[in-house]
């Protein structure tokens, strides 16, 4: 079984089209995803927002960061956010799938 580390940055990488790579930490996983903003926020800030609706950011949390003035600030802050997010969605699945195994 992967730990959570390793599902949250399977779920990030997929959001936002990163390469597999073997991942330690969330450290880890903050440091390529705040690249990876960055990059967008610099390139293609449209899409960097459609994927924020996709994983149902809270609006009240993205307006706050996005009132920052550096991209390296809001960088880390979204990546912060997303990776809180992908791992409430991770622990939520572990629990209910190790309910549902309790049921059976």
Known sequence: ??????????????????ENRDVLTLEDVKKVLAERIFY??????????????RIDLNQEKVDNIFA???????????AD?????????????MKYKSERKKIE
């Open 68 to 78: 920052n003035e550096s991209k390296e600030s809001i960088s880390g802050l979204l």
């Open 40 to 53: 967008l926020l610099e390139k293609n800030v449209e899409y960097l927002v459609q994927i924020i609706y």
């Open 81 to 93: 956010a997303i990776i809180e997010r992908q791992l409430k969605k991770v622990q939520t699945r």
């Open 1 to 18: 079984m992967k730990s959570e580390t390793e599902q949250v940055y399977e779920i990030i990488s997929g959001n936002f089209e990163l």
